[in-house]
């Protein structure tokens, strides 16, 4: 049946560790802040930091894009977080929780979309068709909450952060994860760390990550990135 397969997916393809070495797609990186500790944390609590890691990671990698634009006079390329929810219910949550006054003096409710099979007719209609614009410059969106419902051509260069919720093993989070957002959007690495990285967000899946991207059968090798919570809150505050 779906998903039965896992390894003959693309992902683990020889072609794909070739493309990631000769820098023709981004390179993943698996995320995790310095000193996590989820011992007496709340599912929710985990996925709340995981959740404004993400978009403070995210946030970073917005302005250097910016600036990577100005300095090579290339056009602007507007970055998206996609944040992997269980279920429909749970995708509902997180939105709200994205919409609120809580997070990010709630900057980001007019930018959230939540894309799932509850939507029927015109309301489906508008969620593809707001899918299919989270590219364009101009386009508001910067979060996509999904569950399982991006079909394989479903093809953006734009995708920078994904924050994963669900409980998947190592290789197919990763493998969902390194699937969608892989493409670089000038086509090749251009030299700048933010601009050719796609960052997994997966603090209390870290380790676990990164043990099987370094089995001796796993062609992808994982970039890790440890965020220094001190540091993050200091970037992100210097840059409003």
Same mark, same amino acid.
């Given at each position: 049946?779906? %998903?039965?397969?896992?390894?003959?997916? *693309?992902?683990?393809?020889?072609?794909?560790? #070739?493309?990631?070495?000769? %820098?023709?797609?981004?390179?993943?990186?698996?995320? &995790?802040?310095?000193?996590?500790?989820?011992?007496?944390?709340?599912?929710?609590?985990?996925?709340?930091? =995981?959740?404004?890691? %993400? *978009? #403070?990671?995210?946030?970073?990698?917005?302005?250097?894009?910016? &600036?990577?634009?100005?300095?090579? %006079? #290339?056009?602007? *390329? =507007?970055p998206f977080v996609l944040v992997i929810a269980r279920d429909t219910t749970h995708a509902a949550q997180l939105k709200t929780l994205i919409e609120s006054d809580d997070f990010f003096e709630g900057r980001y409710r007019e930018k959230v979309i939540q894309v799932d099979s509850s939507k029927t007719g015109a309301e489906e209609e508008k969620m593809i068709s707001d899918l299919l614009t989270v590219e364009h410059g101009n386009d508001p969106t910067e979060i996509v909450i999904h569950v399982n419902m991006l079909k394989e051509g479903w093809d953006v260069t734009n995708l920078y952060t994904i924050v994963p919720h669900r409980d998947a093993n190592a290789r197919i989070l990763i493998e969902q994860s390194i699937g969608r957002g892989l493409r670089l959007p000038y086509g090749k690495r251009v030299g700048v760390p933010s601009v050719d990285r796609l960052n997994i967000v997966a603090h209390d899946r870290f380790q676990e990550i990164v043990n099987e991207a370094t089995?001796?059968?796993?062609?992808? #090798?994982?970039?890790?990135?440890?965020?220094?919570?001190?540091?993050?809150?200091?970037?992100?505050?210097?840059v409003v």
């Open positions: 049946g779906k %998903g039965a397969t896992p390894f003959n997916n *693309v992902i683990y393809d020889y072609a794909l560790g #070739r493309a990631i070495a000769d %820098g023709f797609v981004k390179e993943p990186a698996v995320v &995790t802040r310095k000193n996590f500790n989820p011992s007496g944390m709340s599912k929710e609590a985990i996925e709340e930091l =995981k959740l404004s890691d %993400g *978009v #403070r990671l995210h946030e970073q990698t917005k302005v250097q894009l910016e &600036t990577y634009a100005r300095e090579s %006079g #290339r056009e602007i *390329v =507007k089995q001796p059968d796993s062609p992808i #090798r994982l970039q890790t990135v440890v965020l220094d919570p001190e540091e993050i809150e200091a970037k992100t505050k210097t």
